[in-house]
């Protein structure tokens, strides 16, 4: 009685305080909405144009860097709902990446000098570009804190390699692309000695310490980066910082600046002034202008030195042969973007209030006319600044990176300390609008802003302090993702998405139709080779093999059991358990682990995984399926038996049920009732033009599947009728149930399909 007084209690008040007569909680109108949540106009305007109603999708998607998590964070503009964590430099559980074998070797390819790294500072992604558009194919991120980077297929948005730059201890310019993905671009961030175990004394910096850009030879048909035909342009010991490669006319030549052109060493530890005020004591730094063409056959030409055995083009050769040259840059800049159609390069400031437009023409120029004014302590040919500027425009403090509009001569750029994104025209040189943003943002986004062809439409202020905008969680904030509309003249802010997972740097976003990714592998695919599985089995063909202390199972999943369902080990055996997901069905992944073996792998359909481990420990480990995959979801386990050393069993048989004739009549009654089901979905699929979705298609082969499945325990259950064997008769009536009820989830999945979708009747 009390708690219905109460319930009814706001519903009173809500009337007494004037919501008006009519008003109730099932129906309140946009008004009552805006009033009770405190909402402006402008608040709804904003939502409007972010909201994306259930069951629509969105129209473009983000790759951002994962900072520290060392991962990928997938999300979607404009409702910036977050869609996937792909595992790259970092184990990530759910896709037993790092807890299966098979995405253990890419993490294994990681590993520097023998060493395991298991994290990584993700800063840059980079999408394949044709003709310096993205192609939707390929996505590559480096990893500042240990030089490496990773390639992933965005056919199944895997990581699939992981290579470690053979010659820097530190980088941070990758990962850029070249025009059409030839090279991927990394440079080096914090100058060492490039031989692998040798050390120099930080006295010996300008002499033995030497910076560096990596160009990756990428084989897109491989899907594949390429080692041996990779090489790096050896560099000064500037503290090399961002990348981006030429377009257009530019296509050939690559940019990379710099910090620290001081050279400086700090010491606090020594009475000596730290990084810091060495580092940006000097007005100017360098851009490294980088003839990669060139380079590249320098390389061919046999003119690299090999170091750690990987071709490193000496400093000399570049100077020689008209590789490498410097463009000095206002102090400690920042990022260095190309403009789509490749003719500028801005540079941002950051302890500089302008950003830096430079010409390339105006660069070649003065290359072609042999125009320098001086060289750097290493010989490479310095053109003057003003010789290489179009124009420089004050911004405000601090700024960093830029991006481009659709509209021609917009950039965006984003102001570290001012906490702003500016607005400006990069050929007249004008400033058109400025925002705020929360706060102290670092890299900005714009819709595939770094190609030849921008979008325009969204920019993505990726802020590196949240300070007071979510509700707080700890010391620890997440990160801040602001939305700005840049379809109009004035930019709008319209959403903020806290990120919960390392500081991302740069994202990158893509039209959403470019992506094709696939829904299932071709049964029985390694997918992090891209090759068959040698694990791999078709259903029938599960095997258990051992051989001395080794157990090997070729087992299967499919709704609702894994074969195996026993595996018997003795103990210290090792174990590898290869397993096949013969769905065909869109999002039947199933998942598998074994009790405190500490293995887990995603298994999506036809896919095929494997996991390994020593079974050191006598006992009883149950193993089972880890994603909901049905309503007999639960039942889909097995048992891994670790016998002790001499062990003999003494019972012969399991339990008994102890069904009888009826217990088998009800089972097969139950299952003539559902084929009726079956039958009218099966009637009204083959009434209409199902042949012409592909997905319907797939469901009903997948039924079918399921179906013809039947036929063998129909036959075992009526064989054990025949002999009286209820128990044997009655578990088979019901095996044959099972499928049945997976073949129907899939008919009234297909049925559904089609009546969305428009299906037609035929006759
Ligand atoms: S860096 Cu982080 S804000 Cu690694 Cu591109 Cu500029
Ligand atoms: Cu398969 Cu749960």
Redesign the pocket.
């Known amino acids: 009685m009390k708690c219905v007084a109460k319930r009814t209690l706001p519903l009173v008040m809500a009337a007494g305080l004037g919501l008006g007569a009519t008003a109730s909680w099932g129906a309140e109108s946009l008004q009552d909405v805006m009033k009770r949540r405190n909402l402006s106009q402008q608040d709804l305007l904003a939502a409007a144009k972010t909201y994306v109603p259930t069951g629509k999708r969105d129209e473009f998607v983000v790759f951002s860097s994962g900072g520290q998590s060392g991962q990928i964070i997938v999300y979607s503009i404009p409702s910036m709902r977050i869609l996937k964590y792909i595992g790259v430099f970092t184990p990530e559980p759910w896709q037993g990446y790092g807890f299966d074998e098979n995405s253990k070797a890419v993490l294994k390819q990681g590993a520097i000098d023998g060493k395991d790294i298991t994290w990584g500072d993700t ?2 992604p980079a999408i394949s570009e044709t003709q310096g558009k993205y192609d939707g194919q390929f996505l590559f991120i480096n990893d ?1 804190a240990n030089p490496r980077i990773a390639v992933i297929d965005l056919r199944d948005f895997e990581t699939k390699q992981i290579v470690v730059n053979p010659v820097f201890k530190s980088e ?1 310019g990758g990962a850029f692309v070249t025009e059409n993905t030839e090279y991927i671009v990394e440079a080096a961030q914090y100058p060492a000695p490039l031989e692998n175990r040798k050390f120099f004394p930080l006295e010996d910096m300008n002499e033995k310490y030497r910076g560096g850009i990596t160009y990756w030879k990428f084989d897109r048909k491989e899907g594949r980066i390429v080692a041996k035909d990779s090489f790096t342009i050896e560099a000064p010991p500037y503290w090399q910082d ?1 990348s981006d490669a030429g377009k257009g006319p530019s296509r050939d030549w690559a940019f990379t600046n710099s910090f620290c052109a001081e050279r400086y060493v700090g010491g606090i530890e020594k009475g000596r002034p730290p990084y810091e005020a060495g580092c940006s004591a000097k007005d100017t730094d360098y851009l490294h202008v980088m003839n990669w063409k060139k380079a590249a056959e320098l390389v061919a030409a046999g003119k690299a030195k090999k170091i750690n055995g990987h071709n490193v083009l000496p400093l000399e050769v570049s100077v020689k042969e008209g590789v490498l040259f410097l463009v000095p840059e206002p102090k400690s800049p ?2 260095v973007d190309v403009s789509p159609d490749g003719k500028y390069i801005i540079v941002g400031g950051k302890l500089d209030t302008h950003a830096s437009v430079y010409s390339f023409d105006k660069i070649m120029a003065a290359i072609q006319a042999g125009k320098f004014e001086s060289k750097d302590p290493y010989g490479i040919p310095v053109i003057g600044m003003k010789e290489a500027l179009h124009t420089q425009v004050q911004l405000g403090l601090g700024p ?2 830029n991006q481009y509009d659709s509209k021609k001569c917009v950039v965006y750029t984003s102001m570290y300390v001012d906490s702003q994104v500016a607005k400006w025209d990069y050929c007249e040189g004008k400033v058109l609008d400025k925002i705020s943003v929360h706060y102290n943002i ?2 900005l986004m714009t819709m595939e802003g770094d190609s030849a062809d921008p979008k325009g439409r969204y920019l993505v202020a990726l802020n590196k302090l949240a300070i007071d905008r979510f509700v707080p969680v700890g010391p620890l904030h997440p990160q801040n993702h602001q939305l700005i509309d840049i379809t109009n003249d004035k930019m709008q802010l319209l959403y903020d998405m806290p990120l919960p997972l390392g500081e991302p ?2 994202a990158v976003a893509i039209d959403a139709t470019k992506l094709k990714p696939g829904v299932r592998y071709k049964v029985g695919t390694d997918s992090r080779t891209d090759k068959p599985h040698p694990g791999a089995v078709r259903a029938g063909e599960e095997k258990v093999v051992k051989k001395g202390n080794k157990i090997e199972v070729f087992g299967t999943l499919i709704r609702s059991h894994i074969t195996p369902e026993t595996i018997e080990a003795d103990v210290g055996d090792e174990v590898t358990i290869h397993l096949t997901n013969l769905e065909r069905a869109q999002d039947e992944t199933h998942g598998f682990t074994v009790s405190t073996y500490n293995v887990h792998a995603s298994v999506e359909p036809g896919k095929t995984v494997t996991v390994k481990f020593k079974a050191d420990k006598e006992g009883v480990y149950p193993y089972y399926c880890t994603e909901f995959c049905s309503a007999l979801h639960l039942e889909m386990m097995g048992y891994l038996l670790v016998k002790p050393k001499g062990w003999k069993p003494t019972k012969t048989g399991l339990a008994a049920q102890g069904y009888t004739e009826a217990d088998y009549k009800a089972t097969v009654k139950k299952v003539a009732e559902t084929q009726a089901v079956i039958d009218s979905v099966v009637g009204y699929i083959t009434s209409v033009n199902y042949k012409d979705f592909p997905d319907v298609v797939a469901m009903v082969e997948d039924a079918t599947d399921q179906l013809g499945k039947m036929k063998d325990a129909k036959a075992k259950h009526e064989a054990a009728a025949g002999k009286k064997d209820w128990e044997q008769a009655n578990l088979w009536a019901e095996q044959v149930f099972q499928y049945q009820v997976k073949a129907a989830d899939l008919g009234l999945r297909a049925k559904t399909y089609l009546e969305q979708n428009g299906a037609k009747k035929i006759k």
């Open positions: 800063h840059h500042k941070h961002l920042h990022g960093l990176h670092g890299h740097h740069y």
